[in-house]
């Protein structure tokens, strides 16, 4: 039987931002999670624990292997953000992207787990092989309809947008992925899955993104930048002889890129 990633308590990514506005402080509106129902293929919830950002969500008890200290749940959904999780933003690709009842853009890199982008939010459905197409119809905001509607399609940072505008562009003088792949020094495998992503989205979810002006390989150094700033910024921030706020600038320009926003 196909297996879901172990039970695990989900770690915090940051704090929650705050914006201001008519001289107050406002928090940032509450991220919405999502689930599959109180119960889901008979199955009631068991695990549910998360923070203000992300949240995880089981379904079922799992049977501990003889000799193995872990095991594995029948179905399990994780909300996070789309900054945090996105498909241009993972270095591994998804072998089948596509919509999901009316807007949701569905990743999946494996028969037991999937992708779906929801407005802001990126929804993770890890389940058994023969539950996950009853898994994805049951996706719905935690708290909200009693019954799965349309799904909005996701909204992702302006550098991931970027990132698409990369191989539309030149896909509309070259006539192959491996050319455009050769024109910006991607793989054919990527070039393919950013087309496919733009087309999925719409021209209209481009129309107003400049082309990216950084180079890939600056991409990928300013991504390994923001890696190692995760949990020792001030390190990072001197041992480059930068200031914090100068290290943030560079970040934020592969923002939705590394795994970390």
């Known amino acids: 039987m196909a297996k879901t990633p172990r039970i695990a308590s989900v770690a915090a990514l940051g704090a929650v931002l705050l914006a201001f506005a008519a001289g107050s402080v406002a928090a940032d ?12 293929a008979g199955l ?3 695990y549910s624990e998360g923070t203000a950002t992300e949240k995880t969500i089981s379904y079922g008890d799992c049977e501990l292997p003889e000799g193995e200290g872990g095991c594995s749940v029948p179905a399990q959904v994780q909300s996070t953000s789309s900054c945090n999780r996105n498909p ?13 009842r009316g807007g949701g853009l569905a990743a999946q890199y494996e028969s037991t787990a999937v992708d779906v982008g929801v407005g802001n939010r990126t929804v993770t459905v890890y389940a058994d092989y023969e539950l996950m197409g009853a898994a994805l119809r049951e996706v719905r905001p935690e708290g909200g309809p009693e019954e799965p509607g349309t799904l909005a399609p996701p909204v992702y940072p302006m550098p991931v947008l970027r990132e698409l505008k990369r191989v539309t562009v030149p896909a509309e003088r070259l006539d192959s ?6 024109a910006t020094d991607l793989t054919p495998d990527e070039v393919r899955l950013r087309l496919r992503i733009a087309e999925l989205l719409g021209p209209a979810a481009l129309a ?8 890939i390989a600056t991409v990928e150094r300013l991504r390994q930048l923001s890696f190692n700033a ?8 001197r041992e480059r002889g930068l200031t914090k706020a100068e290290l943030r600038t560079k970040i934020d320009r592969v923002r939705g890129l ?3 926003c």
């Open 29 to 40: 509106p509450p991220a919405t999670f999502y689930w599959l129902g109180p119960y889901f």
């Open 44 to 46: 009631r919830v068991t």
């Open 88 to 100: 241009i933003g993972l270095d591994r690709l998804p072998f089948r992207v596509f919509l999901l």
């Open 177 to 182: 992925a491996r050319a455009i792949a050769k």
């Open 208 to 215: 107003h993104v400049p082309a990216p002006k950084m180079s």
């Open 230 to 237: 995760q949990y020792e910024f001030a390190r990072a921030a």
């Open 258 to 260: 590394a795994g970390d």
